[in-house]
């Protein structure tokens, strides 16, 4: 009897761990998302947010941690709202190449005065400061909360494109 006991508890855990990976690979059958599972607990899982920052900093050229911070803060901050982050993304890429400067367009001699990252043209809103008008985070949010309400050049949501062609690393 004591050997029958001790072989009872000895293989307790072992049949234990057997219907976990039964179970496991039951429910796993015919999925890719383990984590997904009722049987398996993942810690740190990756959101569907993080996924397209993920992404849009592996897509997006670029070559700047700031960048990439931008990049990371546009999605952020346009989560939850009425506009697509891919294309903001894509509008500020055409308008800026993330690169918060002011506008190389010249007419008549003149440099058009539009700035940053989404390209604001100073003229048209007088009541922002030169420094909202050169702060790329400013120039986010201002893009992501204006962007059906204002008219951005470099970018045309028709066509999918920049006024200059499709950059490569969209197509």
């Not at 592996?58 to 990439?68: K, L, S």
């Not at 909202?132 to 470099?154: A, E, H, K, S, T």
Request: charged content about 25%; some cysteine.
């Amino acid at each position: 009897m004591t050997i029958a006991l001790i072989l009872g508890f000895a293989l307790q855990p072992w049949t234990g761990t057997y219907q976990n990976v039964q179970q496991v690979y039951a429910d796993y059958e015919g999925t890719t998302d383990l984590c997904g599972l009722a049987s398996v607990e993942c810690e740190g899982e990756v959101t569907e947010l993080e996924q397209r920052i993920q992404k849009a900093i592996q897509d997006i050229p670029h070559d700047t941690v700031e960048t990439e911070n931008r990049i990371r803060y546009l999605y952020e901050y346009a989560d939850g709202k009425d506009v697509n982050p891919d294309d903001v993304a894509k509008t500020i890429y055409c308008e800026s190449m993330w690169s918060c400067t002011q506008s190389n367009i010249v007419k008549n001699g003149v440099r058009e005065p539009s700035f940053c990252l989404s390209q604001i043209h100073a003229p048209s809103h007088p009541e922002m400061s030169m420094e909202q008008l050169q702060d790329p985070y400013f120039n986010i949010r201002y893009i992501v909360d204006n962007y059906y309400n204002d008219r951005w050049f470099g970018f045309n949501r028709e066509s999918d494109s920049c006024s200059s062609g499709v950059p490569e690393y969209w197509k």
